[in-house]
């Protein structure tokens, strides 16, 4: 076997080496940025709720105390004690900013205490419910938590003042202690992960290299040959060169062998398929002919008979090569969809006047139902008009009683819903999926009596595809079908300087 001259560096164990480390040390890394972060705001937002409570609660209690006339001495012991018990500083606040009394500092000095008016927790609150704010105070040098309420009315307590803003705050040192103890926690099980992940990684990547090693052999084994060309191999590892290989192989066996065979499936259906079609009506012919040569021809009602009998097969016989050559323009791209404004009303009517004695011959009623509205789409009208012609056709030929209805509607902005309704037979769910492919047929022989080609809906679908439309059907057994379709009032965006054209 060849032997690889590769560089350590550029081996697949290394390579995956350093992927795997990279990665997951930012796993790593994340998840202990994420998880602090998470702890940080959950206890955050337990110390917000916790203060927001507090808030209301002195709010309560201040509002008891002014009917009670609590002693001044007495109110400033219930204050403290209350506020120590709860484990967080209290503020109250007159309507100029002077602190009147604050649990950390007795009332002599609250006099060296700046005013608080301008605090972001206390101009907060005089806006929304309530202020919060989070710094190091400069009073007692601590970080603190703040939450500040304004009262409507200030409330006037004994011997203090009267409280126009309610502060709470808590302190964060022993949150900041609470975080270092669990960032240790973290770095410590990051350092174990990243560990074990190493012994586990080098123990999976020496079994992983070996196979691959084998795999890169063999492939190159395999595709030995002549053949020369070659795929582009950004890598130049052992998956670089087994990916050359199995492209090489790849393109050389598979993709030919499966090309082929789709080619072949298509081709020999195709071809199978238009020579059923093109033997019935040409048998029919021929037989006809035949019988007419063998004497025929001299009885005149079989003659008139017979020769009804060839133009009615030859017809279909030209229906059918026609509408080969066009699904063949279409499968191809030859064929060029011309969009241009013009009035759906108008050619439905058209339509229905070209169709109307069809109807009429089997005591069908043929109607329009027009919403009101603008009925102006972009299309290409002879396309559009064949559409709608082989729809309400086929309509026409599988209802026997009944009626058959064109209806447009208002769909989103800019587009039309047409619907095209029978009261026919309707179509079994089982057939509903493949009616618009090429040649197929739910009743052959009614079908073959009605002069269908079997391609008339698979011609529909391509040029409503052309219009950026997709074709839908519901049916009922016993109740009928209704076809349906989306068309486009606006102009489609094309680079075409001279209009828009579209190939099918």
Not at 26 to 45: C, G, K, M, Q
Request: aromatic share 8%; charged share 25%; hydrophobic share 40%.
């Amino acid at each position: 076997m060849p032997v690889f001259s590769i560089k350590w560096f550029q081996r697949l164990p290394a390579k995956l080496a350093i992927l795997f480390y990279i990665t997951f040390a930012l796993t790593v890394i994340v998840f202990a940025i994420v998880s602090i972060w998470a702890v940080r705001e959950n206890t955050y937002r337990s110390v917000r709720e916790s203060l927001v409570y507090n808030a209301n609660f002195w709010r309560a209690f201040l509002l008891r105390e002014q009917d009670a006339q609590t002693p001044a001495e007495t109110e400033n012991t219930v204050l403290t004690r209350f506020s120590a018990e709860f484990g967080i500083r209290l503020s109250l606040i007159d309507s100029v900013g002077t602190v009147i009394y604050d649990s950390s500092f007795p009332t002599p000095g609250l006099l060296h205490l700046e005013n608080h008016l301008h605090r972001p927790e206390i101009i907060q609150s005089m806006s929304e419910p309530y202020g919060e704010d989070i710094r190091k105070s400069t009073s007692v040098d601590i970080s603190q938590f703040y939450v500040a309420r304004m009262l409507g009315e200030s409330i006037p307590l004994n011997g203090i003042g009267r409280v126009k803003f309610i502060r709470v705050s808590y302190a964060l040192n022993t949150l900041n202690d609470y975080y270092l103890t669990y960032i240790t926690g973290i770095v410590i099980v990051s350092v174990l992960l990243l560990i074990g992940g190493i012994i586990i990684y080098k123990y999976l990547a020496d079994r992983f290299a070996e196979p691959v090693l084998e795999m890169v052999n063999v492939a190159r084994k395999i595709t030995r040959g002549d053949l020369q060309e070659r795929i582009a191999v950004t890598s130049s590892d052992e998956l670089g060169f087994l990916g050359k290989s199995i492209n090489m192989m790849a393109e050389k066996l598979v993709d030919d062998i499966r090309q082929l065979k789709k080619l072949e499936r298509v081709r020999s259906e195709f071809l199978a398929n238009v020579s059923h079609e093109l033997k019935t009506p040409i048998f029919t012919i021929q037989g006809f002919v035949e019988t007419l040569l063998d004497g025929a021809m001299e009885d005149e009602e079989v003659n008139r008979t017979f020769l009804l009998k060839i133009h009615k097969n030859s017809l279909h016989l030209n229906n059918l090569v026609s509408d080969l050559i066009e699904i063949s323009r279409i499968e191809t791209g030859e064929l060029k969809m011309n969009l241009a404004l013009m009035d759906l009303r108008g050619l439905i009517e058209e339509v229905v006047e070209d169709l109307k004695p069809r109807a009429d011959d089997k005591e069908l009623i043929l109607k329009t139902e027009f919403t009101p509205g603008p009925t102006e789409i972009w299309a290409d009208r002879s396309r559009l008009f064949q559409v709608f012609t082989n729809l309400v056709d086929n309509a026409i030929k599988y209802t026997d009683t009944g009626s058959v209805t064109i209806r447009t509607d208002p769909y989103q902005s800019g587009e039309i819903r047409v619907s095209i309704s029978d009261t026919g037979p309707g179509i079994s769910p089982e057939h509903l999926s493949r009616i618009f492919e090429r040649f197929y047929r739910v009743d052959k022989h009614r079908s073959k009596d009605l002069g269908g080609t079997g391609l008339g809906l698979a011609i529909v679908k391509h040029i409503l595809e052309a219009h950026h439309s997709h074709i839908r059907v519901e049916s009922v057994v016993g109740k009928g079908t209704t076809f349906s379709f989306i068309l486009r009032q606006e102009a489609p965006v094309t680079d075409e300087a001279d209009g828009p054209e579209v190939s099918v």
